[in-house]
Nanobody, 123 residues
Framework: VQLQASGGGLVQAGGSLRLSCTAS????????LGWFRQPPGKEREFVAA????????SYADSAKGRFTISRDRAQNTVFLQMDSLKLEDAAVYYC?????????????????WGQGTLVTVSS
């Protein structure tokens, strides 16, 4: 599965942004798609993931209550709705896929990666 991320941009703190990740083909039900982010000078970290078949989700503590991951199976697209954005949410956001459930959080657990999309948060 090839992934294409989009939707990044500049937003003020407290604002919202929706990222999209479109797969080149229809993922199998056993696949999970996740979002990671990499702030400047830091390691890539898990944000959220969703299982394509069941829709079950998982979130990093930093994302709980503010971010929502969802999927549109007709469009082969996963979304990350980000609300109440903070300065520390600024990063390059990546989508990735894996075979298996969404309850894994390491980059090495994901086998296919899209290019990143930059999210900038201003004060």
């Amino acid at each position: 599965v090839q992934l294409q991320a989009s939707g990044g941009g500049l937003v003020q703190a407290g604002g919202s942004l929706r990222l999209s990740c479109t797969a080149s083909g229809r993922p199998y039900s056993s696949y999970s798609l996740g979002w990671f982010r990499q702030p400047p000078g830091k390691e890539r970290e898990f944000v959220a993931a969703i299982n394509w078949g069941s829709g079950r989700t998982s979130y990093a503590d930093s994302a709980k209550g503010r971010f929502t991951i969802s999927r549109d199976r007709a469009q082969n697209t996963v979304f990350l709705q980000m609300d109440s954005l903070k300065l520390e949410d600024a990063a390059v956001y990546y989508c990735a896929s894996r075979v298996g459930g969404p309850y894994v959080y390491h980059t090495s657990d994901y086998s296919s990666w899209g290019q990143g999309t930059l999210v900038t948060v201003s004060s």
